[in-house]
C-alpha cells in the first residue's frame, strides 16, 4: 500500500499522523511539494537510527519513540526547479533527477502527435511495441530454460530428451518470432515514415516548453506545468484538424455550387442527374499539416504565456522563441546568436583587450588603430570585439579606426598626485594625466598584447587580436577603456581629415535611426550570410542579416537595439509576436475552469480589484458575486473560510495580497489542491499577488496568471484615462469649460507621472505606484473644489484678484476672459490636495517633491485655462490641448491623434539622451535575462564558457592584486586627530573601513578556491560567490560591506584598487590638493569634516553652516595651485541630465549621445547662511546613479550628499523636469 502527504517538510500535525501510520503498517509514503531543506526531526528516521532494547526496532521522530516497519519506505518529491539539496540531506537521502529532458519529451510529444493524426498507426505501434516485449519474453525464458537444464544435466546432453525438446521448442519460437516480425515489417516502415513526417512538430513542442520553463529564472511567478503544455499541444492539433476540415468542406461546398451552375435545367425534364458526392480525401498533406501545426503551436504558448508576464518579459520571451525557430531551420548562426546574448561585461572584457592590443604594437613600423575622436570607448571596444570574434566583422577595426605609425606608450609606474579614475562617460575626453595612470596599471599585459600585433595589412589583425587577448586578465579592466595613449596616439594620427571610410561611418553613428539606415558601401554584401550548401540546403530557411545588423548595432548603438529586434522578432514569427494585445479578464477566465486559480501579478500603479469587481458584477448580476478579503497577518482564517463559503454558494472568492501572507501559503497550495473534487460550476479562486517566492509553485503551475500593469507610453496612459472617463463627471459643473480643461491637464498629469517611471533614477529617485485611483480621487475633489469655491468671499476675493493680475502663477500674460475663469477656481487648494495629500502621499523623497509640484505647476495653472495654452514638456513634444467645449468623445479622438512625438522623452520633460539611456538599459536587461534563462541556449553556452578552471583563475588573479591592508597604527602615527583638523579622522575610518573590506574579499576569494578544488564543502554563501565571478559580478557578500557601486566586476575590482592608490598616497605624501570626492567610502564623513574644520575655526555652531559650490575654470590636477585655505577642491564628478559650458560658465543642454559630462574641478566651501542666488540650479549630488538610497544610522542617505548651486541661464523648473544631478560615478 502507499500513502501521499501534502507539503512534505517534515513538520505539521498532520503530516506526522500520516508518517506514524505508515511506518507501523510498513506502506510506502509520498510526500509532495518537499522544500530543499527537511526538517531536523527527520534526520534520525533517514540515518535508520535504531534502537531496538524494547524488542522491535524503534526510531525517534519529532520526539516521539515510533515503531518501524521493515517495509516501510519514504518518498519526498519537490516541484522547485533545480533545488539546491544542502549536503546534511543528501548525504541521508538517494536523489534521483526525474526531470523530462528534451530527448524524452520530444518522443512522448510525437507519440501524442501520431495518435491524434494517425491513430490507426499509433495503435499498430503500440501492438508491436507490445508484441516485440512478449517476443523477447518468449525468447528469454527458452534460453533460460535451455541453460537451466544444461546445467542440471549429468550425463551426455545428447542424451536428455528434456533438452533436446527444449531446443527443438526454442527452435519453433524463435521461428514463429521471425515470421512474424516479416509479416509486421511493412506496419513497422509505415509507422516510422509517420513519426518521421510529424517529428518536427514534436521537436517544436519540446523546444517550446523548455523555453517556457527557463523563464522562471527570470522570476518565480513564471512558472507552467507539463500538464498545462500537453493541453495546449492536444487543442492545437484539434484546431489544426478542424481547420483543415473545415477548409476542405467549403472546398467541397464550393465545387458542388459551381458543378451545379454548370447544369442547365430546362422546364418540364423528367430528371436531372444529380452531382455526385465527391470522394473522401485528406484535406492537407502531410506537410502542410505539419506547417500549421508548428505554426499553430508557436502562437497559442506564445499567446497562453505572454498572458502572465509583464511587458518587458514579453519581448524576452518572443525574442527567445523567434531564436529557437531561426536556429532549428538553420537561418541564424549559433555562434553570432551566442555572440549576441553575452553580458555586456564579457563582452568588455574581450573588447577592451582588443582595443589596447590594436592600438599599442611594439614594432615602430606596424599599423595601429585607435578610437576616432567621435566614437565612445565602449563603441570602438565592442567593435573590436566584433572584429575578434566573427570573420564577418574582421574589416570592422580598419574601418572604424584611426591609422597610425605612433610607437606605443611606455607607461610608468609613478601616478600623479591625486589621481582618480579616468573619465567614465561616453565620449567625454580623459585628461592626459589619467590616461597616463590607466596606462601604468595596463602596462604588463599589453606589452605582449602590442607584441602580437607586430604583423602588417589587415589580413592578420583579427588573428593578432585573438592573440593578444590571451594574455590580458579581467583585474586589468576597468583599468580605463582605450589603453595608455589611445587619445594621445590618435592626436598624432596620420595627416589629414577622417577617412572616407570614418565619415561614411559617423553619418551612419549619428543617424537618429540607424536600424533603419543602409549600411556603408560595401557593408551589406560582407554582412549577408552565404546560403545553406549540400543535401540539406533544399530545406533550409534563407539566412538573415538582421541578426548581424543587430550585432553592429549593439556594439555602435545599442538603444537602437530594440526596434530591430522587433524586425528580427516579426519576419521569424509574425506581427502578432511584437505588439501583442493587452491581455483581459475576460481571456483569462475564459481560459479557466472552476478548479483553477487566476492568479493577478500586480506591478506598481496597477490595482485590477475595481475592474474585477465589474467584471464580477457583470457576470453574475450582482456585487455580491465576488467576496474578498485582504491578506495580512491573521487573515489565514477569514481567508479559508471565505473559500469554503464561496465553494458551498458557487460564487467568486478573490484573496488580495497573497505576498503578504506566507504563512497562508502552505494551506492556500493544500486548498488548490483539493478544488477539482469540490468546485462547482460557478465557483471561481482570484488571487493578486506582487512578485515573491512565497506563492507555491504549485499554485502557479495550476492556475492561470495575468499580469497587471498600467498602460505604457503616454497616449496609451490617456487613453485608458479618457476611456473611463463618463459625461455626467462634467454636466452640471458650475465651471464647465474651466473643469474640462483642467480634467485634460489632470489626465496629463498622471501620465506624465507613469511615463518618466520607465526612464529610471532620472525620471523618479523611487519608482512610485501612482495608481488609477489617485487620479480618480484627484478629479472628484477638483470638480468639488471648484463647484463649492466662492472667488467673492473676504481673502478669497484676493487671492483671485491675484490671479487674474499678476498673482503666484504668472498670469500677467493670461487673456483677460482666462484671467476671469482663473479667479474662479482654487488654485491654492487644488495644488495642495493633489500635490501634497494625493500624489505627494506617496511621494518621500525630497527631490522627487520637488519634481512633482514643478510638474503640477505647469499642466495645472491658469494658462492651462488659454485657448492657445500649448502643453509642452519639450520643443518637439508640443501639443495643443482639445477645444475647451470637447466632450468625452472628443477627448478620445484628439488623444488618438496625437503625434508620434508625444512618445518620446521630451514629452515628460526629460532630455532626448533619456530615451537613449532608458533603451540602452533595457537592452542590458533584456540580454542579463536572456543570460540567466538561457534563452535559445544563449546564456546556457556562456555560462558553461567559464568553467571551474576559469573561475579559479579569476579568483587567483584578484586575491593576487590585492595590496597589504593599513596599518592603522602608522595612520594615526603619520596623521594624529587633532581638534583643528578633522581630516586625520576621517582619514582613519576611512582605512579601517577598507581594511574591514579588504578582509571580507579576501576570506571569501581563498574560501570559494578551496570549494572549487574540493578542500571545503561549497556552502550557499561561496556557491553565491563562484555564481557571482562567473556572470562577472560584484558579490553580495562583498556588496554588503563596501561602498555603494553599481559597477560590474572587471570594473569594481579596477576602482577599488584606485581607491585604495587614492589613501595610500594620501598616508604616505600628505593630503593632496584636489581630494578624489567618489574615491571616499563615507563621502558624508568627509563632507562633515569640512565643515567641522571651518566650525572650530571660527567658532561657529555647525549646524548653521552650508557648502557654497565655486566652478573652477581648470581641469587637470596639476593646474590647481594648493589646497584652499577653506574647504577643499574636489573632482571626479559627473553631470547627468545637462552639460557644463565651458565657454560661458553654466549648465547648458546635453550633446546629443552625451549622457554624462565630466565636470572641472570643484571649491567645495563652507558659508554661514548661504543664500542661494536666483540664477542657480541646485543639484543634487549623488554617490552613484541609482540616485535613491537607504537611510543610514548617522541619519545620512547612503546616496545623496548635499545640492549643489550651479549657474544656469534657464529657468530651475527646466532643469528639475530633466532630472539634473551631479553624480560621483557612472556605471
Known sequence: GSAGAGGGGGSGTEFMRTLENAMLVGAALLCEHAPEALDEGLHALLDRDLDASSGAPCVRVGGRQLELHPDFRVYFTTAISAPRIPAETATRVVVLNFEATLEGLEEQLLSNVVAAERPALAAARVRLVAEAAEHRRKLTDAEERILGLIGSSTGS??????????????????????????????????????????????????????????????????QWSLAWFSRVFALCIREAQDEAKARAFQEDVAALRSAHDRQIIYAGT?????????????????????????????????????????????????????????????????????????????????????ARAAAQPEDMDAIAYVRPPWLPLRAWESSCALAVELPCFAELVPALGTRTRAPPRVAQDASPEGAGPPGEAEGAARAPAEEEEAGARASAETTAAGAALASHGRSSLR????????????????????????????????????????????????????????????????????PAEGDDADGAAEPSSTLRRLLLLRALRPDACLALLADLIRESLG?????????????????????????????????????????????????????????????????????????????????QNCHLAASFMPQLERIVERLPGLAGPGFRLWLTSAPTQALPAAVLRAGVKLATEPPRGLRANLRALWERAEELEFEGAREETSLRRLRYGLSLFHATLLERRRFGPIGWNVPYAFSAADFDMSARQMRQLIDNYDPTDGARAQRAAAARSHGKYGTNSVAPPTAEAAGRVPWDALVHVIGEVNYGGRVTDDRDRRLLRTLLDDLLCPEALDWEFCFCGGASAAHMPPAPTATVEDVRAHVARLPADAEAA???????????????????????????????????????????????????????????????????????????????????????????????????????????????????????????????????????VAYPSRKALGAWTADLQRRLNFFSSWIKDGAPKAMWLPGFFSAQGFLTGLLQNFARKDSIAIDRLSLHVHVLTVHAISEVPGRPEDGAYVHGMFLEGARWDRRSRHIGEARPKELHCTMPILWLCPSLDLQPDKDVYEAPVYRTTERHGQLTTTGHSSNFLFMAPLPSDMPPEHWIKRGVALVCETD
Open 906 to 1040: 521630451e514629452a515628460v520633460g526629460l532630455h532626448a539622451n533619456a530615451q537613449l539611456a532608458s533603451a540602452r538599459h533595457e537592452l542590458a536587461a533584456l540580454v542579463d535575462n536572456m543570460a540567466a534563462s538561457g534563452g535559445a541556449h544563449g546564456g546556457l553556452v556562456a555560462q558553461a564558457a567559464v568553467g571551474s578552471d576559469d573561475l579559479l583563475a579569476l579568483a587567483e588573479t584578484i586575491d593576487s592584486r590585492l595590496p597589504a591592508p593599513f596599518n592603522l597604527e602608522t595612520v594615526m602615527e603619520a596623521h594624529p586627530p587633532t581638534y583643528e583638523e578633522s581630516m586625520h579622522t576621517v582619514l582613519g575610518h576611512e582605512a579601517a573601513r577598507f581594511n574591514a573590506l579588504l578582509h571580507v574579499v579576501r576570506e571569501t576569494l581563498r574560501a570559494t578556491r578551496k570549494a572549487l578544488l574540493g578542500l571545503a564543502s561549497m556552502v550557499p554563501e561561496l556557491e553565491e560567490v563562484a555564481s557571482a565571478l562567473q556572470a562577472r559580478r560584484v558579490p553580495s557578500a562583498w556588496a554588503r
Open 575 to 655: 506581427p502578432h509576436f511584437v505588439n501583442p494585445a493587452p491581455p483581459t479578464l475576460a481571456e483569462a477566465y475564459a481560459a479557466s475552469e472552476p478548479f483553477t486559480p487566476l492568479v493577478l501579478l500586480l506591478t506598481p500603479g496597477a490595482d485590477p480589484s475595481a475592474q474585477l469587481l465589474e467584471w464580477a458584477r457583470q457576470h453574475g448580476g450582482g456585487g455580491k458575486h465576488l467576496q474578498a478579503v485582504s491578506l495580512g497577518q491573521g487573515a489565514g482564517p477569514r481567508a479559508a473560510a471565505l473559500i469554503e463559503s464561496a465553494l458551498s454558494q458557487g460564487t467568486w472568492a478573490l484573496l
Open 270 to 354: 423528367a430528371s436531372v442527374d444529380k452531382p455526385k458526392d465527391p470522394p473522401p480525401r485528406d484535406p492537407d498533406t502531410p506537410q502542410q499539416r505539419v506547417a500549421a501545426i508548428r505554426e499553430r503551436l508557436v502562437r497559442q504558448t506564445f499567446d497562453e504565456v505572454s498572458r502572465g508576464l509583464r511587458a518587458k518579459d514579453k519581448l524576452l520571451f518572443a525574442t527567445t522563441l523567434a531564436a529557437h525557430v531561426r536556429l532549428a531551420d538553420g537561418s541564424l548562426d549559433q555562434g553570432e546568436w551566442r555572440v549576441f546574448t553575452r553580458p555586456e561585461e564579457e563582452a568588455h572584457e574581450v573588447g577592451a583587450a582588443a
Open 463 to 530: 588573428a593578432s587580436l585573438r592573440q593578444a587577448i590571451a594574455v590580458v586578465d579581467i583585474a586589468t579592466l576597468g583599468a580605463g577603456p582605450g589603453g595608455a595613449g589611445a587619445d594621445e596616439a590618435g592626436e598624432e594620427a596620420l595627416e589629414g581629415d577622417l577617412s572616407l571610410s570614418q565619415r561614411q561611418w559617423k553619418a551612419f553613428f549619428d543617424s537618429p535611426a540607424p536600424q533603419r539606415e543602409p549600411l556603408p558601401p560595401g557593408w551589406a554584401e560582407l554582412l549577408r550570410p552565404a
Open 157 to 222: 546432453v545428447l542424451d536428455d530428451d528434456r533438452l533436446v525438446a527444449a531446443l527443438d521448442g526454442a527452435r519453433a519460437t524463435a521461428a514463429e518470432v521471425q515470421a512474424k516480425e516479416r509479416a509486421d515489417a511493412d506496419t513497422a516502415a509505415d509507422v516510422a515514415e509517420a513519426r518521421a513526417a510529424f517529428r518536427s512538430v514534436a521537436a517544436r513542442g519540446a523546444t517550446l516548453f523548455f523555453a517556457v520553463g527557463e523563464l522562471s529564472r527570470v522570476d518565480w511567478t513564471y
